[in-house]
């Protein structure tokens, strides 16, 4: 199933590659992260949102 939905995204991302004309560098991992948060109920995770939720006191606080 995982195959499947890889190579949707792969050829979604293609057609709007040729229709824009160039390529564009995070189109196939953005498409990826719209899939996962519209097809299942787990938390995506990125790394900004990793960093963001460490524990501890934030840097440089007293």
């Known amino acids: 199933m995982k195959i499947l939905r890889q190579l949707a995204i792969d050829k979604i991302a293609a057609a709007i590659e040729a229709d824009a004309g160039y390529a564009l560098p995070s189109l196939r991992e953005s498409l990826a992260l719209a899939q996962a948060k519209v097809e299942s109920f787990a938390q995506v995770h990125t790394s900004e949102l990793m960093?963001?939720?460490?524990r501890g006191r934030p840097a440089g606080s007293k």
């Open 51 to 54: 960093v963001a939720r460490r």
